[in-house]
């Protein structure tokens, strides 16, 4: 079923100290794009495409939202929010007649495809000639069936009523009151005159879809939580996609910059994909040069991929798939592992739109980009295994996807598993129990191959300002790196602030079975 996050209070569990952290949580991808119905600026999570065409449509040629949705589930994916944005679409109008005047209402959900209808009744309102009872229905544009249901029982037309509908309405998550507001009750909709058989009022106005999307209907606004800000709701998640906003456009730059700053406060991986003009190699790494992309929260490929059927010119943003793919390989074999690995190719229907040659394919990994080129029994792959970075940070280690993903996981994972220590007013509670729970955590993941070593640091502070603040030191060498990585997580009940340490104490010669020392 969908999960619809709401906009009001937002309830967050605190886990328990003693609870340990969690090593196989399911990887979690957030699309924002295009599309027919659905709610606007709410994620909704869904857990295959079947969810998504019942909630947002059916694939839709001027949106490559759904194809990308399809592609992340054909590939691995589980788990998905979906964050509908639009650009000056508007829902469908309602007119119930109300003696020579009118009750309008407007469908919140914009699109041409969403269908609202609407009964009224006078059952048990008595003599009061202010009061009748309202029903919303929301149906499938395709089955005819009803998705949605709402019943609103003794409304008043009067704006000064307690039940005036205008206000009830705003519960509603089918339609609101329209101004001019009503000056008398809306007559009933009975079928042929007969009391117990009410038909339906259809709109009168149908909705629009708007315009194409722009790179600030993506953006949003952070105040009105909407485009990207509307994942303010969504407490954590490890993938962004922004999908085109149309055939034959690309997501601008602006977009993609916004993106991988949201991203990089989020501790997330922003997918992007080569742009349309990009058609050879070194177009490519030109390209990402002049346009700024230099971040380790970045992880690009090159080139396209095409349908086994079609030529170049239909070629495709492969995006969504990848997104799939990771959280198959997460799933599989770890985020600390190369992506290169048994089981990890595109479908077969799908191929690359260039063939790339191994020196071109050195020089795109040496600019941030992963290669897709055909592999073993003819399934595409994604070849390098680098994020954007290409070693720009302190660590230069983040030029590699999987040291960045594993490091964005543990931080991710010790963060939400540690939120209680800012609510602890015991110092030596705090410091002993958040240092015993990721030494647990780290030889979890030891076992399971993420470490060359077990020589772990963990060191614990708390500060007890107003809020607490609790840091926390982490010192590992993962698997596919040439040297420890160093952490610093400053917890507080605002969120969790991750930087890397650049002068943090060796672990050299620092087994992980001899004491380690808090402050």
Not at 91 to 110: N, W
Not at 139 to 145: A, E, H, N, Q
Not at 421 to 446: H, K, S, W
Request: glycine share 8%; proline share 6%; hydrophobic share 40%.
């Amino acid at each position: 079923m969908s999960e619809a996050v709401d906009h009001g209070i937002t309830v967050t569990e605190i886990a328990a100290m003693d609870r340990p952290i969690d090593v196989s949580t399911e990887t979690t991808a957030v699309f924002v794009g295009r599309a027919l119905r659905g709610p606007v600026n709410i994620p909704v999570l869904v857990g295959n495409f079947g969810e998504f065409r019942r909630r947002f449509g059916d694939i839709w040629p001027r949106s490559s939202l759904g194809p990308a949705v399809k592609q992340f589930f054909q590939h691995g994916g589980r788990r998905l929010y979906v964050v509908r944005v639009v650009n000056n679409a508007r829902g469908a109008m309602l007119c119930l007649p109300a003696s020579g005047a009118a009750v309008v209402l407007r469908a919140i959900e914009p699109g041409s495809t969403e269908h609202v209808r609407a009964a009224v009744d006078y059952d048990d309102v008595g003599d009061n000639d202010d009061l009748f009872n309202l029903t919303l229905q929301r149906v499938d544009p395709g089955s005819g069936l009803v998705v949605d249901q709402e019943f609103f029982r003794r409304l008043s037309y009067r704006e000064d009523a307690d039940s005036f509908i205008g206000d009830a309405l705003l519960t509603s998550t089918l339609a609101r009151l329209e101004h001019p507001y009503p000056t008398h009750r809306p007559e009933p909709t009975y079928s042929n005159g007969r009391r117990f058989e009410s038909s339906y009022i259809d709109h009168a106005q149908a909705g629009t879809d708007g315009s194409q999307l722009t790179d600030y209907d993506l953006i949003g606004s952070q105040k009105a939580r909407t485009g990207l800000f509307a994942l303010e709701d969504i407490e954590n998640f490890d993938l962004l996609y922004l999908p085109p906003p149309g055939p034959g456009a690309d997501v601008g730059p602006t977009a993609i910059l916004a993106g991988e700053l949201y991203c990089r406060r989020r501790g997330a991986m922003l997918i992007v994909d080569p742009r349309a003009e990009w058609s050879t190699p070194d177009a490519a790494a030109d390209g990402t040069r002049d346009l700024g992309y230099a971040s380790p929260n970045m992880l690009g490929y090159f080139p396209r991929i095409v349908a086994r059927s079609q030529d170049k010119a239909s070629a495709q943003q492969a995006g969504g798939a990848i997104a799939g793919l990771l959280c198959k390989h997460d799933r599989t074999y770890g985020a600390w592992q190369d992506l290169n690995q048994p089981g990890m190719g595109l479908q077969r229907r799908f191929v690359p739109a260039l063939a790339i040659d191994e020196d071109k394919r050195r020089m795109l990994n040496r600019s941030g980009l992963n290669v897709l080129a055909v592999g073993p029994a003819g399934r595409s792959r994604l070849l390098g295994s680098v994020t954007m970075g290409r070693g720009s940070e302190v660590h230069r280690q983040y030029a590699s996807l999987p040291v960045r993903r594993f490091c964005l996981q543990i931080a991710n994972s010790i963060a939400k598993a540690g939120r209680w220590a800012v609510f602890e007013p015991d110092q030596e509670t705090v410091t002993n129990r958040i240092r015993a729970q990721v030494l647990d955590y780290f030889r979890t993941l030891d076992e399971l191959g993420a470490f060359v070593d077990r020589r772990f640091l963990v060191r614990c502070k708390v500060d007890n300002d107003q809020p607490q603040r609790v840091t926390i030191l982490l010192m590992f060498h993962p698997t596919g790196s040439d040297e420890p990585v160093s952490l610093t997580l400053q917890l507080t009940a605002a969120g969790c602030r991750v930087a890397s340490t650049a002068f943090a104490p060796s672990i050299e010669n620092t087994p992980e079975a001899s004491p380690v020392h808090t402050t």
